[in-house]
């Protein structure tokens, strides 16, 4: 396909991630106007957010797997289609209860479509660009952060909280247009995205354990960060958006940064990356009670988290085992999980530690995280783990025994044994 229509497409792409984040996050800055039209407890429309995150790491897994055998644009096309649906059912449910069942609608269309979107980027270059390709699909995530969520919270106070969500499902439309249109119809068995470039087993689980790791110490820090600025920072109330904004720049710039050096040599943006995030939330630690050194460091760890998200994606296709899309799937769903323990880690540390504590917790979880990473976390540990997960996910083709026969299988294994003679 032509140059400028894998960039159209790419562009597309990144704004599917962008609008996905939106709609996810979207609730948090409108808790209370959403509270009062429906007349339930803020804690209630909290769930909104609990709800969606549970159903994207329950469902990321299956549906791919149910999904496997249909064409990248037709199922990108559909799921954002389905986006379009629920997010639209949103802006007129009249209960809670409806309004739940819409957002998990929207919640398992999220599962898929963060599985397939990075392969079937990639699959739009070639494979050289693949690390710089990931990190510009994973942009439209930051940018969600830092523009989308503050303008479709200022929207929804103005306006209503329903013309926010009615704005994004109308982006929803353009984004589902151009991917419709520009999207090539590729099988999702072809191309050199389908499958790991250098399936490596052992990585590939380490990859998994890490991002659940280093992304629960992320949000362990950043769950309270509000309550950090304001009574260890010394920073007013009214100081927190701006600072917020501040890291959320910080992120977007590390995107940008990491898609520049990736593809020479991902491994170690990981582990600097992964470094740069534990030193960062250690000086806040010591030093958040200094203001212009609480700024520096939040936005330093804004930058690094954003940096390591992108590396994970690209080196998903590098290692995966097997399909790729299921391998994205499953560390999608491991961000998910660290996610929400992260979030549970904050809750449970705040009222006997103090807020304080969350940033020396974050740090810790990460520090564990290079450690497994930079030194290769024990090959025999991880393949313990990794026969235990193969068994149980075969039937999701993460040795390619499903249609690739027994030929790829052993394929892969005498690959795997080159790799341990070298």
Do not use: K
């Not at 909290?46 to 249909?70: D, E």
């Not at 037709?74 to 954002?80: D, E, I, K, N, T």
């Not at 979107?117 to 693949?130: C, H, Q, S, T």
């Not at 990981?270 to 939330?281: G, P, Y």
């Amino acid at each position: 396909m032509g140059h400028r229509r894998a960039v159209g497409a790419l562009i597309g792409l990144s704004g599917g991630t962008f609008l996905y984040t939106t709609a996810e996050a979207l609730p948090i800055g409108l808790l209370l106007p959403m509270a009062t039209d429906l007349a339930v407890s803020p804690s209630q429309v909290g769930m909104l957010v609990t709800a969606y995150g549970a159903v994207v790491v329950v469902a990321s897994i299956p549906l791919t797997a149910l999904a496997r055998r249909v064409p990248r644009r037709l199922l990108l096309s559909a799921l954002l289609a389905g986006f379009v649906v629920s997010t639209a059912t949103t802006v007129f449910a009249s209960t809670f209860t409806l309004l739940l069942t819409a957002r998990m609608a929207t919640a398992a269309t999220h599962a898929l479509f963060w599985a397939v979107v990075v392969p079937a980027a990639a699959e739009l270059f070639r494979p050289g660009l693949r690390g710089r390709v990931v990190a510009i699909v994973f942009a439209g995530g930051n940018v969600a952060l830092v523009l989308g969520v503050p303008a479709g919270t200022w929207l929804g106070e103005r306006a209503g909280w329903r013309v926010s969500f009615l704005a994004v499902a109308g982006l929803g439309a353009i984004t589902l247009v151009a991917v419709a249109s520009l999207l090539p119809s590729t099988p999702p068995n072809q191309g050199h995205a389908a499958r790991g470039a250098a399936p490596d087993i052992y990585r590939f689980w380490l990859l998994v354990a890490v991002a659940v790791l280093t992304t629960a110490g992320a949000i362990v820090a950043y769950t309270y960060v509000a309550l950090f600025v304001t009574e260890v920072s010394g920073f007013s109330a009214s100081s927190v958006g701006a600072i917020l904004l501040a890291r959320g720049v910080a992120s977007v710039l590390g995107i940008l940064a990491v898609g520049a050096v990736v593809d020479r040599s991902p491994w170690l943006v990981l582990i600097a990356t992964i470094a740069l995030q534990s030193v960062a939330l250690l000086g806040l630690y010591t030093l958040g009670h200094r203001p212009t050194a609480a700024v520096g460091l939040l936005a330093l760890a804004g930058l690094a988290f954003a940096a390591f998200t992108a590396t994970l994606g690209g080196l998903v296709l590098q290692v995966a085992p097997g399909r790729s899309d299921l391998a994205a799937a499953t560390v999608s769903a491991a961000v998910n999980v660290g996610i929400t323990g992260g979030a549970l880690v904050a809750g449970l540390a705040l009222p006997s530690h103090g807020v304080h504590s969350t940033v020396l917790i974050g740090a810790l979880l990460g520090v564990v995280a290079l450690i497994m990473v930079a030194g290769g976390f024990s090959r025999r540990v991880i393949g313990a783990y990794a026969v235990e997960g193969t068994i149980a996910l075969g039937r999701f083709d993460y040795e390619g025994t499903t249609e690739s026969g027994s030929t790829d299988t052993h394929h892969h294994r005498a690959a795997a044994h080159d790799r341990e003679a070298r």
